[in-house]
């Protein structure tokens, strides 16, 4: 109910790669408790956190006993799948360092930005190489464009953080870089609904 966590896979060639999982108060592992199957990766505490665990032994025995339990696990399935369907889309349509970069700047200030005086404050400690790892790219790329975009005036970097300074710049350079539309909003489970069944809450 407080944190971060990462997924992750290793590679047949060596290399890791993970992405961060869904923000405070998201479930994660849904499908696989539902169907108890194994684990699609593996999800590991990117700092100090606090996480619900469910027992899939729980979840399925609610979703027995009330079908529109169910109904709703399943439509928030549905939704999170089309939206990281979306999302993969879009990074794929966006074939250079910066875009992948600004890309990733929203979508952190989405989930864990705090909005302060001098902007966004992105509140999760990320190093050169975790963005490097996430985004497929070099750490000397990831430094070439947070300089850029520091001076360009988009964003401010301190020690450990990075504060948005214009989300709106970043957010037109953003539609610059890719040919899709906008993605929907990461959809969430509504209160009063079992939420965080699923075997974990961040």
Known sequence: LKGAVFAGWHCHDGKDFFHLAPGFGEA?????????????????????????????????????????????????????????????????????????????????????GRAGEGGVRIDIRLSQNDLAAMLALSRQSINKELNRLAEEGLIAKSYGATTITDIAGLRALDQQQALCPPLHATPTLSAGRHEGAGIGVV
């Open 28 to 112: 994660i592992n849904l499908a696989p408790a539902l169907a108890n199957i194994p684990l699609m990766c593996d999800f590991y505490a990117h700092q100090q956190s606090s996480i619900l665990l469910i027992p899939h032994e729980f979840i399925q025995d609610i979703a027995a006993k009330d079908p529109s339990v169910m109904a709703s696990l399943l439509g928030f399935i549905c939704k999170r799948f089309t939206w990281h369907v979306e999302r993969s889309i879009k990074c794929r349509l966006i074939d250079n360092p910066r875009g992948r970069l600004v890309d990733m700047l929203l979508y952190l200030a989405a989930r864990y």
